[in-house]
């Protein structure tokens, strides 16, 4: 799933900078939401889900992260404090998926319109 074109950012240049982080995270075998029944998400799939994102106009950067790397930096970061937690957790434990920057008054419309799209196992505000 993660090839050049997926893992390069994307920005929006038409919106201003800053904003709230949304992820979206891709299906997986294991994953039991209704969009996913168990299904790992498709590269036709992910690619639909880059392209919807980079076209939104609410989206201010889009980046792919696929699973362990940098998002397993980025959950240790989110973690810190829960060392407990960050020693039961791998790289491998984490799903591949989406970091959408939009303004905080776009954050809410944006988890309920990518939420359940073919693909997609869950759309979360970070830090909510």
């Known amino acids: 799933m993660a090839g050049d074109a997926l893992s390069s950012g994307h920005r929006n240049p038409a919106v201003s900078a800053g904003g709230v982080q949304v992820e979206l995270l891709v299906c997986t075998s294991e994953a039991r939401t209704p969009a996913c029944q168990g299904r790992q998400a498709t590269g ?14 609410r989206a201010q950067e889009v980046r792919y992260l696929a699973a362990g790397g940098e998002k397993w930096e980025r959950f240790k970061e989110h973690f810190r404090s829960g060392a407990p937690r960050i020693s039961s957790s791998s790289p491998d434990g984490l799903l591949a998926g989406f970091v959408v920057t939009v303004a905080r008054t776009d954050a809410k419309d944006l988890v309920t319109d990518y939420q359940g799209l073919p693909g ?9």
């Open 44 to 57: 036709r799939q992910v690619a639909e889900v880059k392209r919807y994102l980079e076209t939104d106009r």
């Open 120 to 128: 997609v196992d869950g759309v979360f505000v970070e830090g909510r």
